[in-house]
C-alpha cells in the first residue's frame, strides 16, 4: 500500500465518522462532513494526476 491510499482510506473513515446522523456528532452539524469532502476531493484529484 502507498501512502497515498494509507491516506484515502484514513480519509474516508473519517468522513464517515461525522455524519451529523450519528450520535456522538449531531450538535456538529455538517461543517466537519463538509471540510472533509473537500479534503477527500482534493486527494482524489491529486491521487488521479499522480501528484501524490
Not at 474516508?12 to 456522538?24: D, Y
Not at 466537519?32 to 482534493?42: E, K, N, Q, R, W
Request: cysteine-free; glycine content about 16%; aromatic content about 6%.
Amino acid at each position: 500500500m502507498t501512502l497515498g491510499t494509507i491516506l484515502l482510506i484514513v480519509l474516508v473513515l473519517l468522513l464517515l465518522g461525522v455524519v451529523p446522523t450519528w450520535p456522538h456528532s449531531k450538535g456538529w452539524g455538517y461543517g466537519p462532513s463538509g471540510v472533509l469532502g473537500i479534503v477527500l476531493v482534493v486527494v482524489i484529484v491529486m491521487l488521479l494526476t499522480g501528484r501524490l
